[in-house]
């Protein structure tokens, strides 16, 4: 066998080996993005399916329900090529075409949610900034529109606006219920500096005005529960009698 043989065999062993490599490399990248993908797929999904549930139910309209309702269709359907054997994300796929179907006729099940503690107020908020999370991340995946992100942001800010006054509001009258006019006139006061705080306060002109009428009679209830009886003693009435003593006294003394 000649050397140029040799060389030959040599080099294109080594091309081969530098292929196979390459294949292999390309094949691990495609399998680690393609697992990427799916976990993003899921968690984006889950996001959304979460939102669609457990947002309460004074919060959610039929125009929200439907649009997190194609969000959620877009990423089953990008989804099931990567998990064809996935039954149960079939079903999903089916029962969201056809509640997308209906439009704004979509039904909304989502039940009212007393926000009465600040622990439930932060988890709310959470839950809204997750959806503002998706909003924008849809955008920047071509699924809504710049114009139409501005206006859902804008719903979402209006959203977080109704948690804050729901959450003042009926920590006020909680307060109020438990005879606690002082821990009411705070919450109150924080509603109404919350509102005026607003860039846009005229839209809240109403439920300001609310808070105010409820924050002066806090207010009252609060000074009324701290002016003494006229029948309880005091320092003031004890001074007031000690003053008056000691003047019958040098009155006595004078006139004797």
Same mark, same amino acid.
Do not use: C
């Given at each position: 066998?000649?050397?140029?043989?040799?060389?030959?065999?040599?080099?294109?062993?080594?091309?081969?080996?530098?292929?196979?490599?390459?294949?292999?490399?390309?094949?691990?990248?495609?399998?680690?993005?393609?697992?990427?993908?799916?976990?993003?797929?899921?968690?984006?999904?889950?996001?959304?399916?979460?939102?669609?549930?457990?947002?309460? #139910? =004074?919060?959610?309209?039929? !125009?929200?329900?439907?649009?997190?309702? &194609? $969000?959620?269709?877009?990423? @089953?359907?990008?989804? +099931?090529?990567?998990?064809?054997?996935?039954?149960?994300?079939?079903?999903?796929?089916?029962?969201?075409?056809?509640?997308?179907?209906?439009?704004?006729?979509?039904?909304?099940?989502?039940?009212?949610?007393?926000?009465?503690?600040?622990?439930?107020?932060?988890?709310?908020?959470?839950?809204?900034?997750?959806?503002?999370?998706?909003?924008?991340?849809?955008?920047?995946?071509?699924?809504?529109?710049?114009?139409?992100?501005?206006?859902?942001?804008?719903?979402?800010?209006?959203?977080?606006?109704?948690?804050?006054?729901?959450?003042?509001?009926?920590? #006020? =009258?909680?307060?109020?219920? !438990?005879?606690?006019?002082?821990?009411? &006139? $705070?919450?109150?006061?924080? @509603?109404?500096?919350? +509102?005026?705080?607003?860039?846009?306060?005229?839209?809240?002109?109403?439920?300001?005005?609310?808070?105010?009428?409820?924050?002066?009679?806090?207010?009252?209830?609060?000074?009324?529960?701290?002016?003494?009886?006229?029948?309880?003693?005091?320092?003031?009435?004890?001074?007031?009698?000690?003053?008056?003593?000691?003047?019958?006294?040098?009155?006595?003394?004078?006139?004797?």
């Amino acid at each position: 066998m000649s050397p140029l043989v040799i060389t030959i065999m040599i080099v294109s062993g080594i091309v081969l080996l530098i292929a196979i490599a390459y294949i292999n490399h390309m094949v691990e990248n495609n399998k680690l993005e393609k697992a990427r993908l799916k976990a993003d797929l899921n968690d984006r999904l889950r996001r959304s399916s979460d939102l669609s549930e457990t947002l309460p #139910g =004074q919060l959610m309209t039929p !125009q929200l329900k439907l649009l997190l309702s &194609r $969000l959620q269709l877009h990423f @089953g359907e990008r989804l +099931l090529p990567l998990d064809k054997s996935n039954s149960a994300l079939k079903a999903r796929i089916e029962e969201l075409r056809k509640h997308i179907a209906l439009g704004e006729s979509i039904p909304v099940k989502n039940p009212p949610q007393q926000i009465l503690a600040e622990a439930k107020a932060k988890d709310v908020r959470f839950q809204l900034e997750n959806l503002h999370g998706q909003l924008t991340r849809s955008v920047q995946d071509g699924l809504l529109t710049a114009t139409e992100a501005k206006l859902w942001l804008g719903e979402v800010r209006s959203m977080l606006t109704q948690v804050h006054i729901e959450f003042f509001s009926n920590l #006020g =009258q909680q307060a109020l219920q !438990q005879n606690q006019p002082g821990q009411a &006139r $705070l919450a109150f006061e924080r @509603g109404v500096q919350y +509102l005026r705080k607003q860039p846009d306060p005229a839209r809240y002109q109403a439920q300001l005005q609310k808070f105010e009428e409820q924050l002066a009679r806090a207010n009252a209830m609060v000074l009324d529960k701290t002016q003494p009886s006229p029948d309880e003693p005091s320092e003031l009435t004890q001074g007031l009698s000690s003053l008056e003593g000691e003047e019958d006294w040098k009155k006595k003394n004078i006139y004797d």
